[in-house]
């Protein structure tokens, strides 16, 4: 029940390796993978809880 969970997309670990490097801002990457601020982070946190 309730809401899908929402899957990162395939191009994810490309996007984040620059943004962590400083290669894109935070604001282009959420935009790039069409993700509001809030569940940006959300992912960010479970993706970084994952490594």
Not at 24 to 39: D, G, Q, R
């Amino acid at each position: 029940m309730g809401r899908p969970k929402l899957e990162l997309p395939k191009e994810w670990d490309k996007l984040y390796k620059k943004w962590k490097k400083g290669e894109i801002k935070a604001v282009e990457f959420m935009n790039l993978v069409n993700m509001k601020k809030p569940t940006f982070y959300k992912k960010v946190k479970e993706y970084e809880a994952s490594l």
